[in-house]
């Protein structure tokens, strides 16, 4: 982390033409992501907005490939991942943190090794550690490491899912409404430590967020409706 901390790592992210249609389950269809064009540039922090259903979840499940658009192109850190076959897309998946409304962590496990499990299928623990305590430090967890996810605030949790997401060392993370389970004052909070992340390792972001309040600390605000890219500004 030392040497990451000071330079960045940020991935441009760039979305052309992206549309993904649902069935609707009444025999048509939902066009819940509807030809949207979107640039990033490296180290930038996008808020998403836009009332419910208005395809925000379905733009970053597009942009983390945990979903396949019907149409559109995007490119990340200069590989156009539409184009890219399933090996290289989970080496992709690996340079991208999420971070989620519920915190999902592992219950069973402490806070250290929910950050560390993102690494074991890599056979990492050992690194993972080192890092693992650093990360919870920098999202203001030293001294409970040890702690299990029931022994912690939500806003701790939501804290340990940060520093999971970034365990692997992403160039990109997406965050849907990572403070929507968080009363205001810590939703500030978790926003705020997402932006001092964003300033010490450069890491590109882009925050699906209700909250007008928390669109407003971001460099922009992207508006949907109905899936269409309304305004950005
Ligand atoms: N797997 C799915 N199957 C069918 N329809 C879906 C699916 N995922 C999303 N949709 C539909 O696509 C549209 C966009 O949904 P999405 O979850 O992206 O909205 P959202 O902006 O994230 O909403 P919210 O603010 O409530 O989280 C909605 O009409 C939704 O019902
Ligand atoms: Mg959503």
Do not use: W
């Amino acid at each position: 982390m030392q040497s990451s901390a000071t330079t960045s790592r940020g991935a441009a992210v760039a979305v052309s033409g992206l549309s993904k249609a649902f069935p609707s389950g009444d025999g048509g269809t939902i066009t819940a992501v509807d030809h949207a064009d979107l640039d990033i540039a490296p180290g930038g922090v996008v808020a998403l907005t836009g009332p419910s259903g208005s395809g925000k979840s379905t733009l970053l499940h597009l942009i983390g490939a945990i979903d396949v658009p019907d149409a559109g192109a995007i490119t990340v850190a200069g590989t156009e991942i539409t184009a890219s076959g399933r090996r290289a897309l989970a080496r992709y998946r690996r340079t991208v943190g999420f971070v989620f409304q519920r915190f999902h962590l592992l219950s069973a496990l402490t806070a250290r090794d929910n950050v560390i499990a993102p690494l074991l299928p890599y056979g990492k623990r050992g690194a993972g550690l080192e890092r693992a305590t650093e990360l919870l430090a920098a999202v203001g967890l030293a001294g409970r490491e040890d702690a299990l996810p029931s022994q912690l605030s939500g806003g701790q949790q939501q804290r340990v899912a940060i520093a999971r997401a970034l365990v692997g060392e992403p160039g990109l993370l997406l965050a849907d409404e990572p403070t929507g389970n968080l009363d205001s004052a810590t939703g500030t909070e978790i926003i705020e430590l997402l932006l001092t992340l964003n300033a010490d390792f450069g890491t590109t972001m882009v925050i699906a967020t209700h909250d007008p309040g928390i669109a407003a600390r971001c460099d922009r605000t992207v508006l949907l409706r109905d899936g269409v890219i309304t305004r950005v500004e």
